[in-house]
């Protein structure tokens, strides 16, 4: 009973953090919710002295209420548009994705930084920001400072993103669609690519906000493929890489079910829509997958130590911004290559 009670301490911590972080994300959408939630968490951290009544409350919120968070994403991905109309960017998602995940793997020991932060850095650069890094930082065992480092870098970029792109777009010469396709696949977290298409929209009058949505949408989907392979890496590590005379790779234990769920719940909103179902419900489980995940943000923000953060972090805004440059490059290369510019 005790036990349960520390749980439910520290849960409602997290809560208490998450409600002002979502309120000033709505407000300033480019920082977001998840951003915020840190920081308040590792400030609240460096006040709160009775870990041991909260701690077991905290673990549970960073661990389980992440990957209840990540399923409940699923709800948002109606299958079938994305199909119709992802696909064509298809290619371009696929390169910049592979750039980002090579420049970080090439880059983890020149920067001498974790193997973790540079792989949660590769893939929020890649996919989608904040969603990946919550949907991977559970496959690979990720600590909360490491999670904490890269979802700042994500932050920090999207920023730039966000202030760059429109003017860059325009230097370039990109029409509205080569726009659109561009947000969508080098801007790293869904709410800036909706600020980015936003800001270009205004200028342009036009509506690329629609097709940059999708695109980013198409991107989301990568979370599946790349946790997966992620999980099953870090299963054959642990039995000695694939050596059955120490521990035996299990294909149970390395597959992560919360991605099943995930995947489910994009099957159902595709089902439902296609024959017609009130799909709202879906839209306010969106919603509570949001504040999820800033609730799992303030957890780890409570666990992580904000002036070792502030010493540590310079390597991985390295990483970030090769990623960042090197998605950027790509993404404006293939679509000169396949003419869509």
Request: charged content about 10%; overall charge positive; aromatic content about 10%.
């Amino acid at each position: 009973m005790l036990s349960i009670q520390k749980k439910i301490l520290g849960v409602s911590l997290c809560v208490l953090i998450a409600v002002p972080a979502w309120f000033l994300g709505q407000w300033l959408p480019l920082i977001g919710a998840p951003v915020f939630a840190i920081f308040i968490g590792m400030l609240v951290g460096l006040v709160h002295t009775k870990r041991e009544q909260t701690a077991a409350g905290i673990g549970f919120t960073s661990k389980y209420i992440l990957q209840a968070a990540v399923v409940l994403l699923g709800f948002g991905l109606n299958l079938a548009q994305v199909m119709k109309v992802g696909l064509s960017s298809l290619p371009i998602i696929l390169s910049t994705i592979t750039i980002s995940l090579l420049v970080a793997y090439g880059l983890q020991k020149v920067f001498k930084i974790d193997v973790n932060t540079a792989t949660l850095v590769g893939v929020g650069s890649s996919i989608c920001g904040g969603s990946a890094i919550a949907a991977t930082a559970p496959v690979i065992k990720a600590k909360d400072d490491e999670v904490a480092k890269a979802i700042s870098v994500i932050f920090l970029f999207n920023i730039l993103a966000a202030l760059i792109f429109p003017t860059l777009g325009d230097m370039i010469g990109l029409s509205n669609h080569g726009f659109a396709i561009f947000a969508g696949t080098a801007v790293n977290d869904t709410s800036s690519v909706t600020a980015t298409a936003t800001a270009w929209d205004a200028i342009h009058h036009s509506n690329t906000l629609d097709g940059a949505t999708i695109v980013k949408l198409t991107r989301t989907l990568a979370i599946i493929p790349i946790t997966l392979g992620l999980s099953f890496y870090q299963a054959y590590k642990v039995s000695g890489n694939g050596r059955a005379s120490e521990k035996t790779f299990s294909f149970k234990r390395a597959f992560p079910m919360f991605v099943l769920y995930f995947l489910l719940a994009s099957v159902i909103t595709t089902f439902a829509s296609s024959v017609g179902l009130n799909t709202a419900v879906f839209e306010q489980l969106k919603i509570l997958s949001k504040f999820f995940i800033v609730m799992a943000m303030a957890a780890i923000g409570l666990n992580t130590n904000l002036i070792r953060l502030v010493k540590t972090g310079g390597q991985a805004i390295g990483v970030g911004a090769a990623c960042w440059l090197a998605i950027t490059a790509v993404s404006l290369l293939m679509q000169a290559l396949l003419g869509t510019w």
